[in-house]
């Protein structure tokens, strides 16, 4: 059977392997740590390096140590060890490196529980830590998602030497699905020719500090011309139904699971109601958001959150029509009937 | 006063390009420790014959620039961050000489943690460790290896230990470690203590190519800059100051019974890689979906009763049968505020099609375990539903007239089967055996896969027969 009953951060730690991933650097933290526990259970066998590190912190260091040598290798946490991992994502983020991170997010703010939520959009997406820079961030609502994104994030991050997120809630992280993984062919790791191998033809340097100001604007520069391509280039979306439909609800990861039953049942009440589902978080898919701007009535976006990624969503649409938002916090999910009537009342 | 430098190394560049201004000389103030250390550090990996496989880690502090001058590989480090860089970079360059090379703000206070985690995990680099009792780079505040009473741009009436602690001694905590291998104090005061410095240096990065372990050198350097004094009295300082409180000397060195590490490893792929994941690739046989009753059809199914009563791996169960048989599914176990007040639930979708909400809000089949569950669950259930609920453990009748109520006493069948704990499996047995929802033949091939313990294997299915026979003996 290639057909696997999983968890979502279990099927995270396979698709990194088969894409050639070779070494993992991670502290527990709930509700991500199945992510850790399955890479010290197959990472080593598999002769890649697995490191409990000391802290997030250290986690993210040894990823810039590792990722430097041009191999692919990742860390993942939950909020609270992502807001320690900031600092590390900007040095790995400037001195343009490949790696990916994974995100199970948990409520906050500070210890806040180990319940769902969709909190750290901002930190995630808007960089997080300081200096102008961007990580590409995929946005999984399945386990079969959590493994197929992952596979996928380190191709994006070689392709741009640039750090990419998976951020996914504690309920995709925890939720058993079928993950097939036929369509995904191992990788072979390689040492990429630009890191430092510790060889004659190596001797590279991996740096993010320029002192001349000129120099580093230029590098600043570089950079943005870098993420203009990715904004170009590498938005995913899935849409349902959206077509005929006046109202469209926008939601990531198990929130757009959630709508898309919405979706379902409101058709059912004779509703015109679809679902845009944002698969990368950045870049968003501005153009086609802007094409259903030109179709739709209203937009309704859900989050579990105080309301995020709707000031994205405001963003693109610059007021042509209105942007109803409803979010949840502190690690209440959502449920179809609550959704459902407010979809009524804007309908 | 110093030794005359003859030769360049060749681990340095001889020009220094990635600097601006003159590329001939280095950034360091007159006579400051650091260019010393690194004419150590080169000309060991020279005479070595390391420099081809060295990879050094600069840090945040004066020496932030290293790279300007190592022919070697190039990090430039996180300030404290160093020998989780070094420890990153070595454990995927197994066979390269990592250098973490840092000073006493990096390694004993924003970064105490990851030096004496490198440290015990035996990462196998070496540490360079330029203790000057200042931050240099910053402009001359206080260090965590300040000494007390020196008075430094944050400790402008001196150090006083009633506000700032005692000065750290890095050497004498690293020695306390069991993996660190060798761990010598230097200083740079005179020429003999300079020639056993360099010793040291050449020492521990042997050590690392011989693979013996973790090595920790920590030099007494000067910083006639930060602490305001000419190039000669800094000497006499390092010797009449600092020597008093970080005494000079070997404080572990356990080399010679070392034994080189094991080495890592390969690194597997392909079909190795696929058989330790346990992904099996043979084609799926097209296999033809089970039929499920119409009635049953893409049931919504909520599971719950106390922690210990298996409703979780119920779930599961149902869950890996059903996607044995072709369907899309979900399981997903209760969740933050709902796990309030003892009960323990799971949703479980089988479906023909793409499942949205996973959560399981009305479900079509309940699973009752005990009371607190069908009392919460019962009202939820769409009309027409069907609720399996543990007459063992529950002394009431269900309220609900639109639905069917199968009772099944499955922790007292369980309890004649020698187990109370396989009263979920019982319960497996009554709903496949009510609703056809799934065949036993596939529920045992299942076992494998939701039954980590094989001995437990036959004693569960005697449980699922159990409950399929009490439905059919009971014509419920
Ligand atoms: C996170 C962070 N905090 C503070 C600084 C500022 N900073 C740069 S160098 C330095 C002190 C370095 O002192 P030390 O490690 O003793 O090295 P030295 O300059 O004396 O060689 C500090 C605090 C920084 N770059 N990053």
């Not at chain 1, 010290?40 to 250290?58: D, K, L």
């Not at chain 1, 029509?321 to 009937?337: A, L, S």
Request: glycine residues 10%; aromatic residues 8%.
């Amino acid at each position: 059977m290639s057909k696997e009953l999983l968890k979502g951060n279990y099927a995270v730690i396979k698709g990194a392997l088969l894409a050639g991933c070779v070494a993992y650097f991670g502290y527990p933290i709930t509700p991500a740590s199945e992510i850790a526990e399955a890479a010290a259970y197959y990472f080593p066998p598999a002769g890649r390096t697995f490191v409990q590190a000391e802290s997030e912190i250290a986690s993210i260091n040894m990823v810039y140590g590792a990722a430097g040598a041009g191999v692919r290798c990742m860390t993942a946490s939950s909020g609270p060890g992502i807001s320690l991992k900031q600092e590390g994502v900007s040095y790995i983020a400037g001195a343009e490196l490949p790696c990916v991170i994974v995100d199970i997010m948990r409520g906050g703010p500070g210890l806040g529980n180990i319940a769902p939520e969709q909190g750290d959009y901002h930190q995630v997406v808007k960089g997080g830590g300081h200096g102008n820079y961007k990580c590409v961030v995929y946005a999984p609502n399945s386990a079969q998602e959590m493994c197929d994104l992952t596979y996928k994030a380190f191709d994006t991050a070689d392709k741009y030497r640039n750090p990419v997120y998976v951020l996914a809630d504690g309920f995709i992280g925890q939720m058993m699905e079928q993950v097939d993984f036929s369509h995904l062919k191992p990788i072979e790791p390689k040492k990429l020719e630009w890191g430092v191998h510790g060889t004659p033809d190596s001797k590279n340097l991996i740096n993010s500090i320029y002192l001349d100001p000129d120099v580093l604007e230029a590098h600043n520069r570089k950079l943005q011309e870098k993420y203009k391509k990715i904004e170009e280039n590498e938005a995913i979306f899935e849409n349902y139904k959206v077509d005929d439909a006046d109202l469209i609800l926008i939601g990531y990861g198990i929130t757009s699971r959630i709508l898309r039953s919405v979706v379902d049942e409101a058709r059912n009440s004779g509703l015109k109601v679809g679902l845009f589902r944002p698969k990368t978080l950045w870049p968003l898919a501005k153009d086609e958001i802007n094409r259903l701007v030109g179709s739709a009535k209203k937009f309704l976006v859900v989050e579990m959150s105080n309301g995020q990624l709707v000031d994205d969503i405001r963003l693109i649409v610059e007021g042509k029509i209105p942007v109803e938002f409803y979010g949840r916090m502190g690690g209440n999910v959502p449920t179809v009937d609550e959704v459902l009537e407010i979809t009524k009342k804007l309908s | 006063m110093y030794e005359p430098i003859l030769e360049k190394p060749k681990s340095f560049f001889d020009i220094y390009k990635e600097k601006s201004g003159d590329q001939t000389i280095t950034h360091y103030c007159p006579g400051c420790g650091h260019g010393i250390v690194h004419k150590y550090v080169a000309s060991a990996l020279d005479e070595l014959n390391l420099t081809d496989k060295a990879i050094f880690v600069s840090p945040v502090g004066c020496s932030v620039f290293g790279y300007y001058y190592f022919n070697t590989g190039n990090y430039q480090a996180a300030h404290g961050r160093a020998p989780a860089v070094a420890t990153g970079t070595k454990r995927v360059n197994p066979d390269s000489i990592v250098i973490s090379y840092q000073g006493d703000g990096d390694l004993a206070a924003i970064g105490t943690a990851e030096i004496i985690h490198a440290a015990n995990r035996g990462e196998l680099m070496t540490v360079i460790f330029i203790n000057n009792a200042i931050y240099g780079m910053t402009g001359g505040q206080m260090a965590p290896t300040t000494l007390v009473g020196q008075k430094t741009t944050t400790s402008p009436r001196g150090r006083n230990p009633y506000n700032e602690g005692y000065p750290v001694k890095m050497c004498e905590l690293i020695s306390q470690l069991n993996a660190p291998i060798y761990v010598e104090r230097v200083a740079l005061n005179n020429a003999a203590n300079r020639a056993k410095a360099k010793r040291a240096i050449k020492k521990a990065l042997k050590l690392q190519a011989e693979r013996k372990g973790f090595t920790f050198v920590e030099v007494l350097s000067q910083c006639p800059t930060g602490w305001k004094v000419d190039p000669p009295d800094s000497l006499k300082w390092i010797e009449e100051k600092m020597i008093p409180y970080y005494p000079v000397k070997v404080f572990k060195d356990i080399s010679n019974e070392a034994e080189p590490y094991p080495e890592p490893k390969k690194i597997v792929s392909g079909n190795e890689l696929l058989e330790i994941l346990g992904i099996k690739s043979e084609e799926e046989k097209d296999l033809k979906k089970y039929e499920i009753p119409k009635e049953y059809r893409n049931p919504k199914i909520k599971i719950a009763g106390f922690g210990g009563q298996g409703v979780l791996l119920l779930g599961v169960a149902l869950a890996q049968v059903g996607m044995m048989e072709g369907y899309n599914v979900t399981w997903i176990p209760s969740y933050g505020p709902e796990m309030r007040g003892g009960t323990a639930n799971c949703s479980v979708n089988i479906s023909d099609g793409l499942i949205g909400s996973p959560v399981v809000e009305k479900p079509t089949i309940l699973v009752a375990m005990n009371k607190p569950s069908m009392e919460k669950f019962e009202k939820d259930m769409v009309p027409g539903g069907i609720l399996f609920y543990n007459t063992a453990m529950i002394d009431e009748e269900p309220k609900r007239d639109d639905i069917t109520k199968v009772p099944v006493p499955a922790t007292k069948i369980a309890s004649d089967l020698g187990n109370i704990r396989v009263g979920n499996m019982v319960m497996l047995g009554a709903i496949i055996e009510k609703t056809k929802l799934l065949p036993f033949e596939t529920v045992k091939k299942g076992f494998e896969y939701f039954i980590s313990r094989k001995n437990l294997i036959p004693l569960n299915e005697k449980a699922v027969e159990a409950g399929m026979r009490y439905v059919r003996e009971n014509n419920l």
